[in-house]
T-cell receptor
Framework: AQTVTQSQPEMSVQEAETVTLSCTYD???????LFWYKQPPSRQMILVIR??????QNATENRFSVNFQKAAKSFSLKISDSQLGDTAMYFC???????????FGTGTRLTVIP | ETGVTQSPTHLIKTRGQQVTLRCSSQ?????VSWYQQALGQGPQFIFQ???????GRGNFPPRFSGLQFPNYSSELNVNALELDDSALYLC??????????????FGEGSRLTVL
């Protein structure tokens, strides 16, 4: 069974600063995908970034980047130049390659302070 | 291109009743997944439908059932509602890909309260 752990229930960051959200996971699989999703107050889950486990290079999407440590089963999200619109719940998620479902962590509530 | 739409947005039921939640998938998407998100928790996979058939199921009892229609829209039905069924129910659509890594597009969810 796969488990995803987010140990930071809440975090805050000053606008324009950088923040890192942590995620660890447990799996016996070798081929899988990792995701960070954002859920603003509107409740709609939005994909922030995706990482394929077979790729050593860390994924980057504009201000969002990840630090993927496969051996340590760690997958953190770094948000640079934080903006007020980044305020949301952030969920880390795992999916085995070829599977049809995501396993989510319990989320981190991020607040960007003006 | 229309996104994923869900209805109703909010509803209140009493224990023992039945509920039907509806989802219209994003244009061109042929796969629909349903997730339950309890308060303060991450979403949990209920089941997925592909080509009108169930294509995987999470750890939910049979009173959770679903349908997918030829236009790829979907319904989630829950019978004999229990208090613990109170949650946000999220629908997500995607294109079925061999690697199963197609991006999921989520709706805004249906908030169910069971009294």
């Amino acid at each position: 069974a796969q488990t995803v752990t987010q140990s930071q229930p809440e975090m805050s960051v000053q606008e324009a600063e950088t923040v890192t959200l942590s995620c660890t996971y447990d799996t016996s699989e070798n081929n899988y995908y990792l995701f960070w999703y954002k859920q603003p107050p509107s409740r709609q889950m939005i994909l922030v970034i995706r990482q394929e486990a077979y790729k050593q290079q860390n994924a980057t999407e504009n201000r969002f980047s990840v630090n993927f440590q496969k051996a340590a089963k760690s997958f953190s999200l770094k948000i640079s130049d934080s903006q007020l619109g980044d305020t949301a719940m952030y969920f880390c998620a795992f999916m085995k390659t070829g599977a049809n479902n995501l396993f989510f962590g319990t989320g981190t509530r991020l607040t960007v302070i003006p | 291109e229309t996104g994923v739409t869900q209805s109703p947005t909010h509803l209140i039921k009493t224990r023992g009743q039945q509920v039907t939640l509806r989802c219209s998938s994003q244009s061109g998407h042929n796969t629909v997944s349903w997730y339950q998100q309890a308060l303060g928790q991450g979403p949990q996979f209920i089941f997925q439908y592909y080509r009108e058939e169930e294509n995987g199921r999470g750890n939910f009892p049979p009173r959770f059932s679903g349908l997918q229609f030829p236009n790829y829209s979907s319904e989630l039905n829950v019978n004999a509602l229990e208090l613990d069924d109170s949650a946000l129910y999220l629908c997500a659509s995607s294109l079925r890909l061999p690697l199963g890594a197609g991006e999921l597009f989520f709706g805004e969810g249906s908030r169910l309260t069971v009294l």
